[in-house]
C-alpha cells in the first residue's frame, strides 16, 4: 500500500526503476475519445498522443528503463503507438489491472520496487498500490492523487509522461549524459525487442 514519503525518498525510489508501465487514456492521452467513420462506414477510434512523451520514453530505453502499458480498453492506436515508441509490454482489455501488473513481474523478474506506474483513475489504484512507485497525473481523481507518492504539474497527454521521464532520468544521474548526447547528437542505437503483446479476448 502507498504511503506518503518524503522528496528524498521518492528520489531513492527512482532510484531502483527498472520498468515504467502506463494507463492510456488520461496518461498517454487527455482522455477524450474520438470515432470517425472509415470508407465502409464503420467507426475507428483516433488518439491523440504527445510527441514529447514519446521522446521521454525513448530516453528512457536509451538507458535501459523497459516501458510497457496496460490498459483498460483494446485500441489498435495504443498498440500502434506502443510498437512506435518500442514499449515492452502492451496489456490491452484488463478494467482489473493488477493481475497483468503481476504477469509482467513474472515475465520480467523484476521486483515491485523497481517498477513504477502512472494512472489517473479509479481502475489504476490496485497497481498505484503495488508499485514501487507511484506516479498520479495532474488530472487524475482524489482518489488516485491521495494515494500517489508523485503528482505530476502536466495533464495526462500534455507532457505528464514526460514530466515523470525526466524526473526518473535525473534521480538516476543520466540528465548530463543525455545533454551531452544532444549536443553531439550522439544516441545508442536501441535493440529491437520481442514486444509481449496481450489483449483480453472477447
Known amino acids: 500500500m502507498t504511503k506518503k514519503i518524503t522528496r528524498k525518498e ?31 462506414s464503420n467507426l475507428i477510434e483516433i488518439k491523440g498522443f504527445h510527441a514529447q512523451d514519446g521522446i521521454g520514453l525513448r ?3 536509451q538507458f535501459n528503463i523497459k516501458t510497457g502499458m496496460i490498459t483498460g480498453r483494446i485500441s489498435p492506436a495504443a498498440q500502434n503507438r506502443a510498437g512506435t515508441l ?4 502492451v496489456y490491452q482489455g484488463f478494467l482489473e489491472k493488477l493481475a497483468p501488473f503481476k504477469d509482467i513481474l513474472k515475465k ?16 489504476d489504484v490496485p497497481v498505484l498500490k ?16 491521495d494515494i500517489a507518492h508523485f ?4 495533464k495526462g497527454g500534455e507532457g505528464a509522461v514526460r514530466e515523470i521521464c525526466d524526473f526518473l532520468l535525473k534521480a538516476q544521474g543520466r540528465w548530463k ?11 545508442d ?13 472477447k
Open 86 to 89: 518500442r514499449m515492452k509490454y
Open 177 to 187: 549524459q543525455i545533454l551531452k548526447n544532444v549536443c553531439n547528437s550522439s544516441w
Open 151 to 154: 503528482v505530476t504539474k502536466k
Open 130 to 145: 503495488n508499485a514501487g512507485l507511484a506516479f498520479a497525473t495532474h488530472n487524475a481523481v482524489k482518489e488516485v492523487k
Open 10 to 40: 521518492i528520489i531513492a525510489r527512482a532510484k531502483k526503476i527498472k520498468l515504467l508501465l502506463t494507463d492510456v487514456d488520461g496518461v498517454l492521452t487527455d482522455g477524450n475519445m474520438y470515432f470517425v467513420e472509415n470508407q465502409k
Open 189 to 201: 542505437k536501441i535493440p529491437k525487442e520481442k514486444v509481449i503483446v496481450v489483449n483480453v479476448k
Open 59 to 61: 530516453l528512457l530505453h
Open 108 to 123: 520480467s523478474g523484476l521486483k515491485p520496487h523497481e517498477v513504477a506506474f502512472i494512472g489517473d483513475d479509479l481502475t
